[in-house]
């Protein structure tokens, strides 16, 4: 279980990073000769909500709020959108960490998937607690993207993660009744819709189609479901979980990254490709978190 734990952590840095090599083209012939282990944004929060929890011993808003304007002081560059910037600022004017956000995009919040590419310690750490799971994939999305469509992609990723995290990768993964789980969670018919297009597409061989119908785009509903079919539809591999994920174009270091969660909580982290793993930004860091995160877990559950 502690090697999940991992595998999740570094498998969505690693997804970020091969993602961040074709972000915004269409990438159906992927050379990745490029990799440098290096992330963005996606990862830089992913710390940041694992740092907190950690702290915390679970979720404190306040708390993360201040740990994601921290990091993101340090290191302005990742590749941050306006969204977070702009919370982050009104925050430090005062704001609470729970009313910011929902002023932006005339007071409808943001429906993009950056709360939802950050949220794997919340699957983590709730993986066998579905309500805590919403709650609090819901919570730490409201501190930049408070639109319900922002908030149940997360919610979405964070249980599909759990998914990955109880399924013994030993045997074979059901991948339509693993759809039917996630399709079942969510409260949303926008995503209810999107996940049963996944189960409909699982056979199809036109990644245009597949882009197409699910989506490629930086809006949590057109890419979270993207990151769920490509693990379901290529469960057996990492590589190719991941691989599949980047070449549906567009939102692509976002999309590798969730997959890239889902697929290293089902393979642990044995299974991620030492290459990828070797060359990764800050590795032994994000293990440690990761790591960190079991224990707190194992307290938890003891």
């Given amino acids: 279980m502690k090697s999940k734990f991992v595998g999740c952590l570094v498998g969505s840095a690693v997804g970020d990073a091969l993602g961040s090599l074709f972000e915004g083209f269409w990438a159906s012939d992927l050379e990745f000769a490029g990799y440098s282990g290096r992330w ?49 600022r009104m925050i430090k004017r005062g704001l609470a960490w729970s009313e910011a956000s929902k002023r932006l995009f005339n007071g409808l919040g943001s429906y993009g998937n950056g709360a939802a ?6 699957g983590l750490l709730y993986y066998d607690n579905e309500e805590r799971l919403r709650s609090v994939a ?32 030993s045997s074979e993964l059901d991948s339509y009744e693993f759809l039917g789980k996630v399709k079942e969670f969510t409260i949303s018919e926008v995503y209810r819709q999107k996940i ?15 882009a197409r119908e699910l989506g490629n785009g930086v809006e949590a509903y057109n890419s979270v479901p993207a990151a769920i079919y490509s693990f379901s539809r290529n469960w057996h591999s990492f590589k190719d979980a991941v691989t599949y994920a980047v070449s549906l174009g567009g939102d692509t270091d976002t999309i590798g990254a969730m997959a890239g969660a889902i697929s290293g909580a089902y393979h642990g982290v044995e299974n991620i490709p030492e290459e990828w793993k070797n060359k990764l930004e800050k590795k032994h860091y994000i293990e440690k978190l990761a790591e960190e995160l079991w224990n707190l877990k194992s307290r938890k559950s003891g």
């Fill in 138 to 169: 819901y919570a730490q999305s409201q501190i930049t993207h408070a639109h319900e469509l922002g908030m149940e992609g997360a919610a979405v990723q964070a249980y599909s993660v759990a998914l990955a995290v109880k399924a013994d990768s």
């Fill in 117 to 122: 590419m950050r949220v794997a310690p919340v």
């Fill in 40 to 88: 963005t944004d996606d990862t830089h929060m992913m710390i940041g909500v694992a740092e907190s929890l950690i702290s915390c011993g679970g979720f404190d808003g306040s708390h993360m709020a201040q740990i994601f304007i921290k990091n993101y002081e340090e290191e302005p560059w990742r590749g941050y959108a306006s969204g977070p910037p702009q919370v982050f």
């Fill in 196 to 210: 049963e297009k996944c189960s409909e597409l699982l056979s199809e061989t036109n990644k245009r189609k597949v």
